[in-house]
């Protein structure tokens, strides 16, 4: 597949200094504060915003108070760096809070073998957000000849107290509208570019809006008003190359170790019981980004998980392929819409660390780092299910856990 690096990462990325390295051989020897202290300084992090990776990280009553409701207390998970990662030819260490044992490790052998072929390179397309205005139009008409000459002056009405936005390059930029029979259900789609911000409450807002005007257009009832998760205009990628040298091991060798990924990903492709898991995979790696920079996590699964059923059947995520020299090849697209900007990404403390040390990407380079994430998370379990099993390197980093449930072994504070 050949992919345009993103011309603008760059300006969506403030890399580190240009002597840091995200290849950290031993890293994960080191005592979790002296950890700590490499990813503050990589990301160039003042003393409050590494307190914020260590035990100064917890939320205060107050802000729990103000995310949710009824709250009584906070759930921590474990926050890692991956590294390793090199994406159109930045390196970069790559927040992850998750709890399942073995993936930040698994991300990092994956970036490790595609860094083997120059890493990653990503694209996106521009952030654009889409919200549905349902209504029930009181008799059938010519909807495209009362709508079509009036589209800029929705776009203008929906635009309505946006001037920030507008300023930034942003704001509402399509309209379009489908009939659907079955139900008499006249649905407009909403077409917003949201710059830095996931824009879910913008969109809303502007749906509701919009409701109204069209209201005074056709006689109608007003159905729903709100956004849609699946934001396929809103699409980031990431693709990399892997020498089949990087696969040689005592069981296998490099060549085999390919054949043998893209037959694993042949299978997905066939079979939506494999697929699901997958996905699944992928998933993990890009989760834990999203959780990490303070995202909604369940909007970015329901969107990455609807477009894999974009063709009809429900389909892999990534794409593996042995390309004419013997190596290996793979690519990720995705429907990622995530913020950088406003909400938890903006109050959480945490979240803004993470942010910090990724290098305060736009939201198009946010997502694009995902997706690299993403596609180096199954990279590295495809390599494992191709050569010697899931379970060897799993059970292995499993072990404390383990060790843990035997004794009963938390430590009481």
């Known amino acids: 597949m050949d992919q345009e690096i993103n011309p603008t990462f760059k300006k969506?990325?403030?890399?580190?200094?240009?002597?840091?390295?995200?290849?950290?051989?031993?890293?994960?020897?080191?005592?979790?504060?002296?950890?700590r202290k490499i990813a503050g300084s990589f990301g160039g992090l003042e003393d409050r915003q590494t307190d914020a990776l260590g035990e100064f990280g917890a939320l205060t009553p107050e802000l729990t108070d103000v995310f949710i409701e009824n709250a009584v207390g906070t759930l921590s998970l474990p926050l890692g760096v991956a590294t390793n990662f090199k994406i159109n030819g930045q390196d970069i260490l790559v927040p992850m809070a998750v709890e399942e044992t073995s993936v930040v490790a698994a991300a990092s052998h994956g970036a490790k073998l595609a860094r083997a072929g120059g890493g990653f390179r990503t694209s996106s397309t521009a952030p654009i957000g889409t919200g549905q205005i349902q209504v029930y139009p009181k008799a059938f008409d010519d909807f495209d000849k009362i709508f079509s000459p009036l589209k800029q002056d929705m776009l203008e009405y929906a635009n309505l107290g946006q001037d920030r936005l507008l300023a930034r390059g942003g704001g509402a930029c399509n309209i379009s509208w489908r009939y659907t029979s079955a139900i008499n259900s006249l649905t407009f789609f909403l077409d917003v570019d949201t710059r830095d911000a996931m824009g879910a409450n913008m969109i809303n807002t502007m749906c509701e809006r919009l409701a109204g005007y069209i209201a005074k257009v056709i006689p109608c009832e007003i159905g729903l008003r709100i956004l849609t998760n699946l934001t396929d205009k809103r699409l980031a990628r990431a693709h990399c190359l892997v020498p089949k040298g990087a696969f040689h091991n005592k069981d296998y060798t490099g060549e085999e170790v390919v054949e043998r990924i893209e037959a694993a990903y042949l299978f997905a492709a066939h079979d939506v019981y494999r697929a699901t898991t997958h996905n699944k995979g992928v998933m993990n790696g890009i989760d834990p980004v999203v959780i990490a920079t303070g995202n909604d996590w369940r909007a970015v699964e329901a969107g990455a998980h609807a477009y894999c059923c974009r063709n009809g059947v429900y389909e892999p995520m990534t794409k593996w392929w042995k390309n004419e020299t013997g190596d290996l090849e793979g690519s990720i697209e995705l429907p990622i819409a995530v913020g950088t900007v406003g909400g938890v990404t903006k109050l959480h403390p945490t979240a803004q660390a993470s942010l910090q040390i990724l290098g305060r990407p736009s939201s198009q380079g946010l997502a694009e780092i995902m997706c690299s994430v993403g596609l180096a998370q199954n990279l590295s379990a495809l390599r494992a299910l191709a050569s010697e099993g899931i379970q060897k390197g799993h059970m292995s980093l499993h072990q404390g856990n383990l060790k843990l449930t035997k004794t009963e072994g938390v430590t009481k504070h």
Do not use: H, N, T
Request: aromatic fraction near 12%; proline fraction near 17%; charged fraction near 15%.
């Open 12 to 35: 969506q990325y403030a890399p580190p200094a240009m002597d840091q390295s995200s290849r950290l051989p031993g890293f994960y020897q080191l005592p979790i504060g002296e950890r």
